[in-house]
């Protein structure tokens, strides 16, 4: 059974140093899942800022250092698509450690990913009265396939929304554009700041028209630019991952 197997919790920079919470929901969400999750604690960052900034050669370090750290787990989990995704397809390749580099490519695991396709957990019983309207972000939909892509005119289907939606009292929202980019692109929003906020805006803009009280999703760095958005133009907007409102729904 999955649940006996050796589970690593990898969390992303930036959860880490802004949103704590995300880490403890996550943790505590797989040990109520039944999971022996273990959080190595010679982690570092995955590479990815560095990558997305053109110095990926510079990486080869901390590739290396991810490899050997989480290499003897049966899976690794982490509540970032985008990390996940970095790992998987965008790492460069480390010379002497190319076994464990594809070992770990097959076994690391967004978490909404994790619960569906991994432990095979269609529902999580549990209440949640709260109206909800769900933000996809790019890597995790379109890198990892968590859900289906507009563009592809494919039968509509998202791991987060499945888990989501079958929880009792929740109302969720279908956004006019469910799978628009928020525009926060790690550096993207640096180098294109103007474009960035404004492709924020919108986002921000269509869960406001359907007048939802949470903004839910599974990259706090996409939360995090819109969180900051809403919070500089004072709007009424709750954010929270994924693990959050499922462990919460738990409890």
Same mark, same amino acid.
């Given at each position: 059974m999955v649940q006996n197997k050796k589970i690593a919790l990898f969390i992303p920079c930036y959860v880490d140093q802004f949103y704590p919470?995300?880490?403890?929901?996550?943790?505590?969400l797989l040990e109520k899942l039944g999971c022996n999750v273990t959080y190595p604690m010679g982690q570092t960052c995955c590479g990815q800022p560095m990558a997305n900034a053109?110095?990926?050669?510079?990486?080869?370090?901390?590739?290396? *250092?991810?490899?050997?750290?989480?290499?003897d787990y049966d899976y690794v989990v982490a509540p970032s698509g985008s990390c996940v995704l970095h790992v998987k397809e965008h790492s460069p390749q480390v010379?002497? &450690?190319?076994k464990d580099?594809?070992?770990? *490519?097959?076994? /690391?695991?967004?978490?909404?990913?994790?619960?569906?396709?991994?432990?095979?957990?269609?529902?999580?019983?549990?209440?949640?009265? $709260?109206?909800?309207?769900? $933000?996809?972000? !790019? $890597?995790?939909? @379109?890198?990892? =396939? &968590?859900s289906s892509s507009s563009e592809l005119n494919e039968a509509p289907f998202g791991k987060?929304?499945?888990?989501?939606?079958?929880?009792?009292?929740?109302?969720?929202?279908?956004?006019? @554009?469910?799978?628009? !980019? !928020?525009g926060f692109g790690g550096?993207?929003?640096?180098?294109?700041?103007?474009?960035?906020?404004?492709?924020?805006?919108? =986002?921000?803009?269509? $869960?406001?028209? *359907? @007048?939802?009280?949470i903004m839910a999703g599974a990259d706090m760095s996409c939360l995090m630019h819109l969180q900051? /958005?809403?919070k500089r133009n004072k709007q009424d907007l709750q954010f929270k991952h994924v693990c959050e409102i499922l462990n919460e729904a738990l409890s």
């Open positions: 919470q995300v880490a403890i929901s996550t943790l505590e053109g110095f990926e050669r510079d990486t080869l370090g901390t590739t290396a *250092h991810f490899i050997r750290t989480f290499k010379p002497g &450690l190319e580099q594809k070992e770990l *490519h097959d076994k /690391i695991f967004e978490v909404t990913q994790f619960i569906v396709d991994v432990l095979k957990i269609p529902k999580i019983e549990g209440k949640y009265p $709260h109206k909800v309207g769900y $933000h996809s972000s !790019c $890597h995790g939909q @379109r890198g990892l =396939r &968590l987060a929304k499945q888990l989501l939606t079958q929880l009792e009292g929740i109302e969720w929202v279908e956004l006019t @554009r469910p799978d628009e !980019c !928020c550096t993207f929003a640096v180098t294109e700041e103007a474009l960035s906020i404004q492709m924020g805006k919108d =986002r921000i803009a269509d $869960h406001l028209g *359907h @007048r939802v009280e900051g /958005i809403a």
